[in-house]
């Protein structure tokens, strides 16, 4: 998103990206601001690194990138480590897919003017885009719809199956509402488009099958189970099991 916008990107922004890797980049620099500080007049290579790194191309051919010119003749030393792990990162979040990053960002450009998109910075565009991480139940209950299939399903039991509905996903944790989201809708972030359907839950009747969905109209079938307990053990192993359907 920084490289649509126009915005330089960080090592920092490599947590994102990969967080295992920026662990250990991390602890790299870490090791070399450690050695600089004991032995600030020794140039120290660091595990017998060079500016370079081994790669698979799309071919699944493996050869070898300088990150910088001529980087695989020049060591990484407790001096450099931090221009090391900056080109590492660059090389992996922009360089190796620059040309489909441009392509992108010419095809934003064909739709939005450069200008407008200058007042946002990548959390702007990123909670424009998939809308926001935490999930409020609130925010769901004013856009979900409900329909009955249910044959036998009177008001009163109906009413009550769409209580234990909220009460249930008001009991799941960050993880579950948003895996439970992603299987509904195929996104695991609440979007408030108003140009996108509006989730729903399609009541059918009770049976023994599990809970499914059809992402594509951010459907919900859900049995009307006889208790609230089925319902909860259900929903998560629908959303574990990923059961889709078109129904």
Excluded at 42 to 61: A, K, Q, R, W, Y
Excluded at 94 to 107: F, N, P, Q, T, Y
Aim: proline fraction near 5%.
């Amino acid at each position: 998103l920084k490289f649509l916008l126009g915005r330089p990107v960080s090592f920092h922004d490599f947590a994102f990206y990969d967080p295992v890797q920026f662990e250990s980049l991390r602890m790299l620099m870490l090791e070399g601001e450690k050695i600089r500080q004991d032995n600030p007049k020794i140039e120290m290579p660091i595990h017998g690194l060079n500016f370079c790194l081994n790669v698979v191309d799309s071919n699944d051919c493996p050869h070898t990138v300088d990150l910088v010119p001529g980087g695989s003749n020049v060591a990484v030393t407790c001096n450099n480590v931090d221009q090391y792990v900056q080109a590492y990162a660059e090389h992996l979040m922009l360089h190796s897919v620059k040309s489909e990053l441009i392509a992108m960002r010419d095809g934003l450009h064909d739709i939005i003017h450069p200008f407008p998109l200058q007042i946002f910075n990548s959390e702007d565009l990123r909670l424009l885009l998939n809308g926001s991480s935490e999930i409020s139940i609130q925010a769901l209950k004013k856009v979900v719809t409900f329909s009955d299939e249910a044959s036998g399903l009177n008001a009163e039991k109906s009413e009550r199956f769409k209580n234990w509905f909220w009460e249930v996903i008001e009991s799941f944790d960050a993880l579950q509402k948003s895996e439970l989201l992603l299987f509904w809708t195929s996104s695991p972030l609440l979007n408030d488009s108003d140009n996108l359907p509006k989730p729903n839950i399609t009541i059918k009747n009770c049976s023994t099958h599990l809970p499914t969905s059809n992402t594509c109209v951010m459907r919900l079938y859900i049995p009307a189970y006889e208790k609230k307990s089925v319902l909860k053990s259900k929903l998560l192993l629908a959303i574990k099991t990923k059961t889709f359907g078109f129904i």
